[in-house]
């Protein structure tokens, strides 16, 4: 799950993420939601769509109350940083907060919570009725591999589902709420 808006390109140094304009000095400042080992929450209803077959319905309803949470978390902190910016004027400055929580709260639904969280679903439905048809497994064998294949298409689907919801979201929602122009 990429930052919304953030570049790719920058050299990961420890727990930061610098440009490669700026010197090993001049650090960005940490962002918890999407730095640190709290952005692992965001893959939480990942897992549960992995361990689906495997676990009681209410586990994975869990993981996904957890990774909305993350969301909700990380908009609220980006509004909040963005508050602190000054405006030229309090329409402006209420539109800025409205496109940075629009724009946070869109990407982040789609990309950490809905698209993946539909994707692992799937490949784990097609999984586990293929592994039950043709395999000849027992069915706990069929359940357990079914999980083994969902959690290892996770790191492949991340990056696609990120770039993908970019492009959408800048064909749309991003049109529809623009940014306000730059503090003076």
Not at 76 to 89: F, I, Y
Not at 96 to 110: E, G, P, R, Y
Not at 116 to 138: D, E, M, Q, W, Y
Request: net charge positive.
């Amino acid at each position: 799950m990429a930052v919304p808006g953030g570049s790719e390109v920058g050299k990961t140094l420890g727990n930061t993420r610098q440009e490669p304009s700026v010197h090993a000095d001049q650090q960005k400042e940490v962002d918890i939601y999407r730095d640190t080992p709290v952005r692992l929450l965001g893959y939480a209803n990942e897992l549960g769509e992995a361990f689906r077959s495997l676990v009681h319905v209410n586990v994975v309803r869990l993981t996904y109350a957890v990774a909305s949470a993350y969301v909700l978390a990380d908009t609220a902190d980006k509004v909040v940083k963005a508050d602190k910016t000054k405006c030229t004027d309090e329409a402006t400055h209420r539109r800025k907060l409205l496109a940075t929580a629009a724009d946070t709260l869109v990407w982040q639904a789609l990309a950490s919570v809905i698209v993946p969280g539909f994707t692992i679903n799937r490949v784990c439905a097609l999984s586990l009725h293929l592994l039950k048809r043709h395999s000849g497994l027992t069915l706990n064998a069929c359940k357990w591999t079914t999980t083994g294949i969902g959690l290892s298409c996770i790191p492949f689907i991340v990056s696609p589902i990120d770039h993908g919801i970019h492009a959408l979201m800048d064909r749309t929602v991003r049109r529809w709420v623009p940014p306000p122009p730059p503090p003076e």
